[in-house]
């Protein structure tokens, strides 16, 4: 987990996905790291709002994970810099 720069927990329904993930933000949290996280829906977007495509006039969309991405490393809102 230490070289990660994210984690993805893919499942069916009810098999305990949201326990695994909190549960490794606790302990992270417990070993006073931050920990932060974004919750998505792959479902809920197409595959190219998901991971970028190309446009009719071929200029590069971002996708949600992109997005995402960027604004963690931003620091913004609720991300902040964090020092060892």
Request: hydrophobic letters at 30%.
């Amino acid at each position: 987990m230490e070289v990660r720069h994210c984690v993805f927990v893919i499942g069916p329904p009810g098999c305990g996905k949201t326990i695994v993930w909190k549960c490794l933000g606790k302990a992270h949290t417990n070993k006073g790291e931050p920990c932060e996280y974004d919750t998505l829906n792959p479902k809920a977007v197409t595959s190219d709002e998901l991971f970028g495509a190309y446009t009719k006039s071929k200029e590069w969309k971002n996708g949600v994970i992109a997005m995402i991405m960027r604004n963690q490393v931003k620091n913004e809102d609720k991300y902040r810099e964090y020092h060892k």
